[in-house]
């Protein structure tokens, strides 16, 4: 549902249309999700946080962190926002995952 990648076998429709054929934009405005699994990318915090508002300035990032009660433990990181997560660098637990916004 997060249209990351589109399906290479078979599809995935919502009300009878193939969502491959439907902007992803269009798609992603359409429909709201509430993953059980908050979606890390092997990246920082800060290039990670906005995956459904890429024109979120740091400034708002940092206002989201603090609205989401996350924002001291990533001051505390080593290098921040600027910290890799997701990937061998750091891994969160699942209350720190839990704790950092989902997407949609």
Known sequence: MFRFFDASDGCLQVNGQDIRDVWQA???A???IVPHDTVLF?????YTWPISGRGASR?????A???AHIHDFI???PRGHDTVVGGRDLKLSG???SASPSPG
């Open 26 to 28: 269009s798609l992603r």
């Open 30 to 32: 359409a429909i709201g």
């Open 42 to 46: 092997n990246d920082t915090i800060y």
């Open 59 to 63: 400034a708002d990032i940092e206002q």
């Open 65 to 67: 962190a603090r609205l």
């Open 75 to 77: 001051r505390a990181l």
């Open 95 to 97: 209350a720190k995952r």
